[in-house]
């Protein structure tokens, strides 16, 4: 069974659709970029997925166990988030506050599980540095690092290279590609980079009002869509 699965959906606000008639599936290990013109509806997507907003028309199914409370998010930072006056471990800790429900405190397997997230992110030794102090790249893997505490797998992803330098854009990349292959995290995210989109991704989802693409990545540059833009692929002109 597909882990998201996406049936004839409307997505939109206050009963104005900006994408209609969406069918896709999300299955387990895959890693899927979601491209399209500003204003085309990705980011009212993800918020549909984490059920921030409902969707207009047709159903988003969850399958293998997962709940939206289990999903491992990381939006897009405005400026005032990247001055946030707390700590490292504190912000990361926070990725764990659906598993305390009501309970006021962080259980030492959720403080552990923190650990290893940023461990596994290679920010352990910035544990109690200022979250504002650090550099652009150290901040998104510090809000990776909360959305794996939210979650053994799936992350959704608005843009996490926003605003990174080259070399800190490639980190992050690769980061995630690491997620995906080696620990077997299925990615969702939104990018405005087709280039990186197909080198990294298994499937892509370009929208529009209607939408224009769904499938494998090594299939988009050849299909009317991915053509079209095949002046956003490295080599090509």
Same mark, same amino acid.
């Given at each position: !069974?597909?882990? *998201? ?5 409307? $997505?939109?606000?206050?009963?104005? %659709? ?7 599936? *999300?299955?387990?290990?895959?890693? $899927? ?6 204003? +085309?509806?990705? @980011?009212?997507? #993800? ?17 293998? =166990?997962?709940?939206?409370?289990? &999903? ?15 700590? *490292?471990?504190?912000? *990361? $800790? ?18 552990? #599980?923190?650990?290893?997230? #940023? ?15 650090? +550099? =652009? ?5 510090v809000l990776l690092a909360r959305a794996l505490c939210a979650t053994q797998k799936l992350l959704l992803l608005d843009e996490p290279a926003a605003g990174l330098d080259p070399k800190a854009t490639k980190d992050m990349y690769d980061t995630i590609e690491k997620l995906n292959k080696h620990d077997g995290i299925t990615v969702i !995210?939104?990018?405005?980079?087709? %280039? ?10 370009? &929208?529009? @009002?209607?939408?224009?693409?769904? =499938? ?22």
């Amino acid at each position: !069974m597909a882990l *998201v699965s996406i049936k004839d959906t409307a $997505l939109g606000y206050e009963g104005r %659709a900006i994408v209609e008639n969406l069918n896709f599936q *999300v299955n387990s290990g895959d890693y $899927l970029c979601i491209v399209g013109e500003n204003g +085309s509806g990705k @980011t009212t997507l #993800m918020k549909t997925l984490l059920g921030l907003i409902p969707p207009l028309d047709g159903k988003i199914i969850y399958g293998n =166990g997962l709940k939206r409370c289990e &999903i491992g998010y990381l939006p897009q930072q405005t400026e005032v988030q990247k001055d946030f006056p707390a700590s *490292v471990c504190e912000i *990361v $800790l926070s990725g764990c506050l659906n598993r305390c429900g009501s309970r006021p405190f962080y259980k030492s397997e959720e403080k552990a #599980m923190a650990e290893k997230n #940023m461990e596994r992110l290679g920010i352990s030794k910035l544990s109690r540095r200022c979250y504002r102090e650090l +550099s =652009g790249g150290q901040q998104q893997r510090v809000l990776l690092a909360r959305a794996l505490c939210a979650t053994q797998k799936l992350l959704l992803l608005d843009e996490p290279a926003a605003g990174l330098d080259p070399k800190a854009t490639k980190d992050m990349y690769d980061t995630i590609e690491k997620l995906n292959k080696h620990d077997g995290i299925t990615v969702i !995210m939104i990018s405005h980079d087709i %280039a990186q989109a197909a080198k990294y991704a298994s499937h892509i989802l370009h &929208i529009a @009002t209607n939408p224009l693409f769904f =499938g494998a990545a090594s299939d988009y540059p050849k299909s009317d869509i991915g053509r079209a833009y095949k002046g956003s692929f490295g080599g090509e002109s």
